[in-house]
Every structure is written in structure tokens, then in C-alpha cells.
């Protein structure tokens, strides 16, 4: 049974975490401090603002995405078990050590339109086994099922400084001590309720979504007036890693569909570094990801930064909402 105040290496020890990958976590986490520090100090770093490079998404870089996704990059190259890594923020995969045990895909800055306004943001972070059949360098590395990780967490810069992570065992909630520059463990097992009375959308999207997936956000809004018989509340942060917080903590269930606002990129998340570290981390607290059709975790990828619909959170409410689709 694991402590309250337990640090991430003994309690990863217990998870049965062996010293290579225990190395490699702690180099990304290492880096995750330094960042936090950046965002803590925000215009006193001069590390607000946007430049003018744009991302393989199309998506107008922020000043501190390029300062996390260089932090994070220069910790895992450092580290000899990382054969290569994928970033939101690197159009190819970034050749390692060709020796390597591990691979690594983050999203150095998750919520990055919130920088500026001191708004939820975090890092999330992905840990496959390396391929032994195709390049140390090519994006093949990375053509995994979620269910193939060995790792995936976030950091959420906030109030406190979160770290959440599992390694297959239990979702465990670590709190950066900053007298110590630890995180310590301070909540040992998350767990999502099977229920909740609380949806997590973005609304304004409301009429480029398919006529199935509006009647269930219109069943929700209605409320005890209508089918589901109980009231429900709705939060949107603009942060997958601050909204995916609160239903691992209080429950809920959280959504992106696809919409038809751009024909050729129906869904907005991307698969490897979002969905699949998240979907791995509420399946071990409990809850269920989907996206319209299947678990997110058994999807078979087929590009780096492939997209995907997500569907997430507790597992009764997830059932729910597929019911409509379905
Ligand atoms: P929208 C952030 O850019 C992100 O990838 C997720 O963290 C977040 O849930 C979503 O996009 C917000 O999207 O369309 O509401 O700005």
C-alpha cells in the first residue's frame, strides 16, 4: 500500500518500474520542473506571447511551447534509453540512441491558447517499448496501440504543480513540494465515479456536429425536463489536461467530436499524444475512452499526428453517450 508523501521513484519502484524506464521518467519529469518554473514567472521571463512560426498542426507557436518542447527534448536526448521521440511541437520523429530501450511522444504544452491569459495548461507524455524491425528514426516507432504503452502521464501547471501517471498499475496523483523540488504522492489510487452530472464540450461547435451527437448534449442541457431525469452542469477549460484533471478527481465525462467544419480533419485531438497517454490514465482510474466506435487504446494508428474523436471519462456516462451514436 502506498503513502501519502511517498516519492515518484519509490512509488514507481513498488509498480514494478525498472531502472532504465525509472531513468527516463525522471529526466521528463526533471524537464516538466524547469517548465513549471517558466510558467510560474510568466511575463517576468518574458515567456508570454506568440512567434511567428507556425506548427505541423497549422497552429501559431506561443513562445513557451518552443522553450517546453526544447526543455523537454534535450532532457530525453540525454538519456541513453531513448532510441527517438515525437512532439506535437516536430513535424518527423527525432532519432535518439539507436540502442535505445524506449520511445517517447509528448505534447510539451497542452492548452497553449491559455498561456496568455494564466489559464490551465500542462504536459502530457507517452512511453512505448522501441521497435526492433523498423529505424531508430522512423515514424513506424511510433505505429503502436495505446495499449502498448509502458507509461503516460501529465504535468498541470496551476495553483499546484501536478504530476499524474501510471505505468500499467494505478493513476497516481504526485504534488510538487517546491522546498523540496519533489513531487510527492497525494492521492495513491484516482478513481472516477461510474456517474457523474457533469459534460465537458465546447458548445460553440454545436452545429457542425453529427444530428446524433447533438440530441445527446440537448438530452444533457434539458436536464430533469427531459429523458435523463437529472441536472447537469458543464465546464470547458480549453486544456484537455485541465479538463481531463477534474473528471479524474470529481468524475464527469469529457468530449471533442468530430464536427464537419473542415472536411478533411473531422476530429481536432491527435491520437498518439493526447488521447492514448489520457485514455490510458482514466482506464486505470476506472473509466472508460472511446472515440465514436472503439476504445481509443485499441485503435491501430496509421500517421504521427493522426487526429481522433474523444470520448472520455465515467464509464456509465461514456456508455450513455455512445448509446446515441451507436
Ligand atoms: P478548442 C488545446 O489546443 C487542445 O488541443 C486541448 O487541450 C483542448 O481540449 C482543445 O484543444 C480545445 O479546443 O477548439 O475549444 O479551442
Given at each position: 500500500m502506498q503513502n501519502t508523501e511517498q516519492t515518484l521513484a519509490s512509488v514507481l519502484d513498488e509498480d514494478g518500474a525498472n531502472a532504465e524506464l525509472l531513468s527516463l521518467i525522471h529526466n521528463l519529469v526533471d524537464a516538466t520542473e524547469e517548465i513549471a518554473v517558466c510558467v510560474n514567472k510568466g511575463a517576468l521571463a518574458g515567456v508570454l506571447g506568440s512567434t511567428q512560426n507556425e506548427n505541423v498542426q497549422g497552429e501559431t507557436q506561443k513562445k513557451l511551447d518552443i522553450i517546453a518542447n526544447q526543455l523537454i527534448k534535450d532532457a530525453l536526448l540525454s538519456n541513453e534509453q531513448v532510441r527517438a521521440l515525437a512532439s506535437e511541437e516536430e513535424d518527423d520523429v527525432v532519432a535518439g540512441n539507436k540502442n535505445g530501450k524506449y520511445v517517447v511522444a509528448f505534447d510539451p504544452l497542452d492548452g497553449s491558447s491559455n498561456i496568455d491569459v494564466n489559464g490551465q495548461i500542462g504536459t502530457i507524455f507517452t512511453i512505448y517499448p522501441a521497435r526492433n524491425d523498423v529505424a531508430t528514426n522512423s515514424a513506424l516507432q511510433f505505429q503502436q496501440r495505446g495499449t502498448q504503452q509502458?507509461?503516460?502521464?501529465?504535468?498541470?501547471?496551476?495553483?499546484?504543480?501536478?504530476?499524474?501517471?501510471?505505468?500499467?498499475?494505478?493513476?497516481?496523483?504526485?504534488?510538487?513540494?517546491?522546498?523540496?523540488?519533489?513531487?510527492?504522492?497525494?492521492?495513491?489510487?484516482?478513481?472516477?465515479?461510474?456517474?457523474?452530472?457533469?459534460?465537458?464540450?465546447?458548445?460553440?461547435?454545436?452545429?457542425?456536429?453529427?444530428?446524433?451527437?447533438?440530441?445527446?448534449?440537448?438530452?444533457?442541457?434539458?436536464?430533469?425536463?427531459?429523458?435523463?431525469?437529472?441536472?447537469?452542469?458543464?465546464?470547458?477549460?480549453?486544456?484537455?489536461?485541465?479538463?481531463?484533471?477534474?473528471?479524474?478527481?470529481?468524475?464527469?465525462?469529457?468530449?471533442?467530436?468530430?464536427?464537419?467544419?473542415?472536411?478533411?480533419?473531422?476530429?481536432?485531438?491527435?491520437?498518439?499524444?493526447?488521447?492514448?497517454?489520457?485514455?490510458?490514465?482514466?482506464?486505470?482510474?476506472?473509466?472508460?475512452?472511446?472515440?465514436?466506435?472503439?476504445?481509443?487504446?485499441?485503435?491501430?494508428?496509421?500517421?504521427?499526428?493522426?487526429?481522433?474523436?474523444?470520448?472520455?471519462?465515467?464509464?456509465?456516462?461514456?456508455?450513455?453517450?455512445?448509446?446515441?451514436?451507436?
Amino acid at each position: 500500500m502506498q503513502n501519502t508523501e511517498q516519492t515518484l521513484a519509490s512509488v514507481l519502484d513498488e509498480d514494478g518500474a525498472n531502472a532504465e524506464l525509472l531513468s527516463l521518467i525522471h529526466n521528463l519529469v526533471d524537464a516538466t520542473e524547469e517548465i513549471a518554473v517558466c510558467v510560474n514567472k510568466g511575463a517576468l521571463a518574458g515567456v508570454l506571447g506568440s512567434t511567428q512560426n507556425e506548427n505541423v498542426q497549422g497552429e501559431t507557436q506561443k513562445k513557451l511551447d518552443i522553450i517546453a518542447n526544447q526543455l523537454i527534448k534535450d532532457a530525453l536526448l540525454s538519456n541513453e534509453q531513448v532510441r527517438a521521440l515525437a512532439s506535437e511541437e516536430e513535424d518527423d520523429v527525432v532519432a535518439g540512441n539507436k540502442n535505445g530501450k524506449y520511445v517517447v511522444a509528448f505534447d510539451p504544452l497542452d492548452g497553449s491558447s491559455n498561456i496568455d491569459v494564466n489559464g490551465q495548461i500542462g504536459t502530457i507524455f507517452t512511453i512505448y517499448p522501441a521497435r526492433n524491425d523498423v529505424a531508430t528514426n522512423s515514424a513506424l516507432q511510433f505505429q503502436q496501440r495505446g495499449t502498448q504503452q509502458v507509461c503516460a502521464g501529465y504535468v498541470l501547471y496551476g495553483a499546484s504543480t501536478l504530476l499524474v501517471i501510471s505505468t500499467g498499475g494505478p493513476t497516481h496523483c504526485f504534488t510538487l513540494d517546491t522546498a523540496s523540488q519533489q513531487f510527492l504522492l497525494t492521492n495513491p489510487t484516482l478513481s472516477i465515479p461510474q456517474d457523474t452530472q457533469e459534460f465537458s464540450v465546447n458548445m460553440a461547435n454545436q452545429r457542425f456536429w453529427a444530428s446524433s451527437f447533438q440530441s445527446y448534449i440537448a438530452d444533457l442541457i434539458a436536464g430533469e425536463t427531459g429523458k435523463r431525469n437529472k441536472r447537469f452542469n458543464m465546464r470547458w477549460n480549453a486544456s484537455m489536461v485541465g479538463d481531463m484533471h477534474r473528471v479524474l478527481i470529481r468524475g464527469g465525462i469529457f468530449i471533442y467530436p468530430s464536427d464537419s467544419r473542415d472536411a478533411k480533419q473531422p476530429a481536432k485531438l491527435r491520437l498518439l499524444y493526447e488521447a492514448n497517454p489520457i485514455a490510458m490514465l482514466v482506464e486505470n482510474a476506472g473509466g472508460k475512452a472511446f472515440n465514436e466506435s472503439q476504445r481509443i487504446l485499441d485503435i491501430e494508428p496509421s500517421a504521427l499526428h493522426q487526429r481522433v474523436a474523444v470520448i472520455m471519462g465515467s464509464a456509465n456516462e461514456v456508455e450513455a453517450c455512445l448509446g446515441y451514436l451507436q
